[in-house]
């Protein structure tokens, strides 16, 4: 996707007021991306319902494109439809694969290709993600037998990936990540044997549910299901995908629910995923009034209503094997801690140093700028509430969970708050700020 030449003007948003209402989120990012992947190498067509219609996606789908797969026009409330070309139908792309963005894009999409045997592709994307680090999946990758150059010894962007025969292996990962995990198990279905990855704590694991809905042989074992291998050998079928809510987009209204004064918040059809609801077992251990409604199991996956209101918190404790289950929703986590009694601390999150930006940094620099009270350390933060906020001149540096985190503490602050780029919400959630009009109405 282009770069913008010019930003958008700055939002203002009002402090005080509350929140009420019902509101649906967009489908969950993770399943989106996998759901165009994975039907894409399938054999037949793929039905996907509720995909979201976000800029990473369409990035997904437009590499996908440029390498002879049909995807439908990706539009808000419309079904999309892949017709798969088989695990080894790709195209060699006239052009570079343009991954925007997107880094889930670009891990997954390197798993993907390393075992296309004689083809030669390169990945690219913008500012932001041609300084996002790739050796932590290239490097796995190469164990197996995939070529894959770049700058700074592979790691970073534009990479080039020429396809070769991958073998089956045993890998152990030094991070839990969902990302690499998942790189590797699609690499692994083009490898000569099994492969099997082994992490420090168990990531999110919609890939291992979806790669088994389509048909691949796969077991999950280790304690606390940290150990995943796939067998090579299985077509994959085209099937009929229903993507749930993002939990981490849900994220942002639970805590604007639990924080705002009067809030009373229905969030529909989200993502229960074990593996994803670490923001409901933190929130509940700051005491915040939640209920999950209507559970379901839709599609494999665990599907709920969640009703948030306000109350008192308490400080939370956050680290060890949870941090992988929110590392997204950690943003908006730290403005919940600036309503908190007592002092919340984050640790073991090193990683969100390299996410869209540096989350620890920017979080800490922009809640400071309204008042928040926030030490910053090399893998976490500690903030004191209770704080008041006050609003301020802030700016989602180009980070779109940073935006809606920052919204969030706006709505709470005293007086109006100014948020520069934040047209950065629409890399995960386009309608984020006409939602928020209405519940604010």
Same mark, same amino acid.
């Given at each position: 996707?282009?770069?913008?030449?010019?930003?958008?003007?700055?939002?203002?948003?009002?402090?005080?007021?509350?929140?009420?209402?019902?509101?649906?989120?967009? $489908?969950?990012?993770?399943?989106?991306?996998?759901?165009?992947?994975?039907?894409?190498?399938?054999?037949?067509?793929?039905?996907?319902?509720?995909?979201?219609?976000?800029?990473?996606?369409?990035?997904?789908?437009?590499?996908?494109?440029?390498?002879?797969?049909?995807?439908?026009?990706?539009?808000?409330?419309?079904?999309?439809?892949?017709?798969?070309?088989?695990?080894?139908?790709?195209?060699?792309?006239?052009?570079?694969?343009?991954? %925007? =963005?997107?880094? /889930?894009?670009?891990?997954?999409?390197?798993?993907?290709?390393? $075992?296309?045997?004689?083809?030669?592709?390169?990945?690219?994307?913008?500012?932001?993600?041609?300084?996002?680090?790739?050796?932590?999946?290239?490097?796995?990758?190469?164990?197996?037998?995939?070529?894959?150059? %770049?700058?700074?010894? $592979?790691?970073?962007?534009?990479?080039?990936?020429?396809?070769?025969?991958?073998?089956?292996?045993?890998?152990?990962?030094?991070?839990?990540?969902?990302?690499?995990?998942?790189?590797?198990?699609?690499?692994?279905?083009?490898?000569? %044997?099994?492969?099997?990855?082994?992490?420090?704590?168990?990531?999110?694991?919609?890939? +291992?549910?979806?790669?088994?809905?389509?048909?691949?042989?796969?077991?999950?074992?280790?304690?606390?299901?940290?150990?995943? /291998?796939?067998?090579?050998?299985?077509?994959?079928?085209?099937?009929?995908?229903?993507?749930?809510?993002?939990?981490? @987009?849900?994220?942002?209204?639970?805590?604007?629910?639990?924080?705002?004064?009067?809030?009373?918040?229905?969030?529909? =059809?989200?993502?229960?995923?074990?593996?994803? /609801?670490? #923001?409901? +077992?933190?929130?509940?251990?700051?005491?915040?009034?939640?209920?999950?409604?209507?559970?379901?199991?839709?599609?494999? +996956?665990?599907? %709920?209503?969640?009703?948030?209101?306000?109350?008192?918190?308490?400080?939370?404790? #956050?680290?060890?094997?949870?941090?992988?289950?929110?590392?997204?929703?950690?943003?908006?986590?730290?403005?919940?801690?600036?309503?908190?009694?007592?002092?919340?601390?984050?640790?073991?999150?090193?990683?969100?140093?390299?996410?869209?930006?540096?989350?620890?940094?920017?979080?800490?620099?922009?809640?400071?700028?309204?008042?928040?009270?926030?030490?910053?350390?090399?893998?976490?933060?500690?903030?004191?509430?209770?704080?008041?906020?006050?609003?301020? @001149?802030?700016?989602?540096?180009?980070?779109?969970?940073?935006?809606?985190?920052?919204?969030?503490?706006?709505?709470?602050?005293?007086?109006?708050?100014?948020?520069?780029?934040?047209?950065?919400?629409?890399?995960?959630?386009?309608?984020?700020? =006409?939602?928020?009009?209405?519940?604010?109405?």
């Amino acid at each position: 996707m282009a770069e913008s030449p010019a930003s958008p003007a700055p939002l203002s948003l009002a402090g005080g007021g509350s929140l009420n209402g019902s509101v649906r989120v967009p $489908g969950d990012k993770s399943i989106s991306h996998r759901a165009l992947l994975f039907g894409a190498i399938a054999e037949g067509t793929t039905r996907i319902d509720g995909l979201l219609p976000a800029e990473d996606p369409l990035s997904t789908a437009a590499c996908l494109r440029a390498m002879g797969v049909t995807v439908s026009a990706i539009r808000a409330g419309e079904p999309v439809t892949v017709q798969g070309v088989g695990l080894d139908g790709f195209q060699e792309p006239f052009d570079v694969l343009d991954c %925007g =963005n997107s880094g /889930t894009t670009m891990r997954l999409m390197l798993g993907l290709l390393a $075992g296309r045997v004689g083809r030669h592709f390169v990945l690219s994307g913008d500012s932001s993600l041609r300084g996002r680090p790739m050796r932590r999946v290239g490097g796995p990758l190469a164990e197996m037998g995939a070529v894959i150059h %770049g700058r700074k010894n $592979g790691n970073f962007a534009p990479l080039a990936v020429l396809g070769a025969r991958l073998r089956g292996t045993t890998i152990h990962t030094p991070v839990a990540s969902a990302q690499v995990k998942s790189a590797i198990l699609l690499a692994g279905l083009t490898a000569d %044997g099994p492969t099997t990855v082994i992490e420090p704590a168990q990531s999110r694991d919609h890939s +291992e549910r979806m790669l088994r809905a389509f048909g691949a042989e796969l077991e999950v074992s280790g304690p606390g299901s940290t150990q995943v /291998t796939l067998t090579p050998g299985r077509s994959l079928r085209g099937q009929e995908v229903v993507v749930p809510g993002d939990i981490s @987009s849900a994220a942002f209204w639970l805590v604007a629910g639990a924080i705002t004064p009067g809030a009373r918040l229905t969030v529909e =059809n989200v993502g229960l995923n074990p593996s994803r /609801t670490g #923001i409901l +077992e933190v929130l509940g251990q700051m005491g915040a009034r939640i209920e999950v409604l209507n559970a379901r199991d839709v599609a494999g +996956e665990p599907v %709920g209503d969640l009703r948030v209101s306000h109350g008192p918190l308490q400080a939370f404790e #956050i680290g060890g094997d949870l941090i992988p289950r929110l590392v997204d929703e950690i943003p908006v986590l730290a403005v919940a801690a600036c309503c908190a009694e007592g002092v919340s601390r984050i640790r073991d999150a090193a990683e969100l140093r390299v996410k869209e930006t540096d989350r620890l940094a920017v979080m800490a620099r922009q809640l400071g700028a309204m008042g928040a009270r926030i030490e910053e350390f090399d893998d976490g933060m500690a903030v004191s509430g209770v704080t008041a906020l006050r609003g301020a @001149s802030v700016d989602s540096e180009t980070d779109h969970r940073v935006a809606m985190s920052l919204a969030v503490a706006a709505g709470i602050a005293s007086g109006s708050t100014t948020l520069h780029r934040p047209e950065a919400a629409a890399v995960s959630y386009p309608d984020f700020w =006409n939602d928020l009009q209405r519940l604010r109405a």
